[in-house]
């Protein structure tokens, strides 16, 4: 039988945005509401994506990295999940550095990359218009989920890396 494909997959984004919350909902279908922001996780998890046993590497980085260690985790991943909260604008304006940044790293490739705009469930406090994520989205030619940690009734956390593989294996 062929070994099950390993990808490598990094979670990037500014500090509080909810990416150790997503990555622990993703592999547990749990909500941790604190989370120590300084830690920075790698963790192993098989999955089937479309009839294939897919094994993922996530690391959560703690988004507080310096330049050296940043670099360094994106030359380490294959795919990666760049998060912002709609409630803060802020994290928002820091995808697209983000991303240049990422591009001039992984060049001349093109970046396999889900944006996920995270905490859907404060909409009350949204400083992020779905539109908006959109057309980030768009630009960057990659798939945009918006979803919660929180409350994941439509399973979108799931979704987005399940996704983000998918692409990683399309390259
Ligand atoms: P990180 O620094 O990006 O890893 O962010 P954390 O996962 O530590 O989350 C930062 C804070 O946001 C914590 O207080 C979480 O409880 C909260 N949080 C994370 N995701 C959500 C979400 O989807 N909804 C709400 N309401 N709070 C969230
Ligand atoms: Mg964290």
Same mark, same amino acid.
């Given at each position: 039988?062929?070994?099950?494909?390993?990808?490598?997959?990094?979670?990037?984004?500014?500090?509080?945005?909810?990416?150790?919350?997503?990555?622990? +909902?993703?592999?547990?279908? +749990?909500?941790?509401?604190?989370?120590?922001?300084?830690?920075?996780?790698?963790?192993?998890?098989?999955?089937? /994506? $479309?009839?294939?046993?897919?094994?993922?590497?996530?690391?959560?980085?703690? !988004?507080?990295?310096?330049?050296?260690? &940043?670099?360094? %985790?994106?030359?380490?991943?294959?795919?990666?999940?760049?998060?912002?909260? /709609?409630? $803060?604008?802020?994290?928002?304006?820091?995808?697209?550095?983000?991303?240049?940044?990422?591009?001039? /790293?992984? &060049?001349?490739?093109?970046?396999?990359?889900?944006?996920?705009?995270? &905490?859907?469930?404060? $909409? %009350?406090?949204?400083?992020?218009?779905?539109?908006?994520?959109?057309?980030?989205?768009?630009?960057?030619?990659?798939?945009?989920?918006?979803?919660?940690?929180?409350?994941?009734? !439509?399973?979108?956390?799931?979704?987005?890396?399940?996704?983000?593989?998918?692409?990683?294996?399309?390259?």
């Amino acid at each position: 039988m062929a070994k099950s494909p390993e990808v490598k997959l990094a979670v990037f984004g500014r500090a509080g945005v909810g990416k150790s919350a997503l990555v622990v +909902r993703f592999l547990t279908k +749990r909500f941790i509401w604190e989370y120590d922001p300084t830690l920075e996780s790698t963790y192993r998890h098989q999955a089937s /994506i $479309d009839d294939e046993i897919v094994t993922m590497e996530i690391l959560d980085t703690a !988004g507080q990295e310096d330049m050296l260690q &940043k670099e360094g %985790h994106m030359r380490w991943g294959d795919g990666f999940v760049i998060v912002y909260d /709609i409630t $803060d604008r802020c994290s928002f304006e820091e995808v697209a550095p983000l991303r240049s940044l990422l591009e001039d /790293i992984k &060049k001349p490739k093109n970046v396999p990359l889900v944006l996920v705009g995270n &905490k859907a469930d404060l $909409d %009350h406090a949204r400083q992020v218009a779905t539109e908006e994520g959109e057309r980030l989205a768009a630009e960057m030619a990659c798939a945009f989920y918006e979803c919660s940690a929180c409350a994941d009734e !439509g399973g979108y956390v799931a979704e987005a890396f399940h996704e983000l593989c998918r692409e990683v294996r399309r390259r």
